[in-house]
């Protein structure tokens, strides 16, 4: 019975998210990192659709897919697409994480790539750098993996160069019914030439020789 509960919220918060997309105002956000620390192991892949609310400026949304699969034993690759407030988004990355979570050790490392934008007339092309850390924690309901990230980057938009710079915290949640499910939260603060936002996930690991499993019970 539980297990169907959530199936049901999980499949809700899915479909609210695809829904927002198409009804809220166009106001310019970028940048999220709705990432951890944990990395891909060879075969499996992981994907993600999320949402992006500004709360600075003005009350537009992006909703954004990821998809990511391993690289190396310390490095998985990202791809990105987007659409909303921002009319397309699209960006590839690479997230390296020399220090993996272990014992009282945090995982540490670095998510990094280019983004590209198309925002009315004007493009822009980022390249984007996000420091990432990330612990996970076992609670009663599931794990926990809570993240921090100060995203930084270059940014060439209309001939005109700058630097936004974000400080970033969330978490992964993965009730224990879902081994291979996940809902995912980032808040985004602004502290120069970007923008404060809300983000909220739904995330599905794939196992490439078993396909999608979405229940562990």
């Known amino acids: 019975m ?5 199936s049901v919220y999980l499949l809700f918060i899915m479909a609210s998210l695809v829904g927002l997309s198409f009804n809220s105002p166009q106001a310019r956000a970028l940048y ?4 951890t620390g944990d990395l891909l192991e060879f075969g499996h892949y992981q994907a993600q659709v999320s949402s992006q609310f500004m ?4 009350s537009g949304m992006n909703l954004v897919g990821r998809f990511d699969t391993y690289f ?3 490095a998985n690759l990202r791809a990105l697409i987007g659409f909303g407030e921002t009319d397309f ?3 590839a990355f690479v997230k390296w994480m020399p220090i993996p979570d272990f014992q009282r050790q945090p995982a540490m490392g670095l998510l990094m790539g280019l983004l590209y934008a198309r925002d009315g007339d004007s493009d822009e092309l980022g390249l984007r750098f996000h420091p990432l850390m990330s612990k996970n924690f076992s609670a009663d309901f599931g794990d926990l993996t809570p993240f921090a990230s100060l995203p930084f980057g270059l940014r060439s938009r209309e001939g005109r160069i700058d630097f936004p710079l974000q ?3 969330g978490s992964d949640v993965r009730p224990y019914q879902f081994d291979h499910i996940s809902i995912r ?3 985004g603060f602004n502290l120069a030439e970007a923008f404060s936002y809300v983000s909220l996930g ?3 690991q794939i196992d490439g020789a078993k396909g999608l499993q979405f229940t562990s019970l």
């Open 89 to 91: 988004q699209l960006g």
């Open 55 to 58: 709360t600075q400026h003005s």
């Open 202 to 204: 739904l995330v599905i």
């Open 32 to 35: 999220s990192t709705m990432d």
């Open 167 to 169: 400080l970033v915290v």
């Open 72 to 74: 190396d034993d310390d």
């Open 185 to 187: 939260f980032e808040l």
């Open 2 to 6: 539980k297990s169907s509960r959530l």
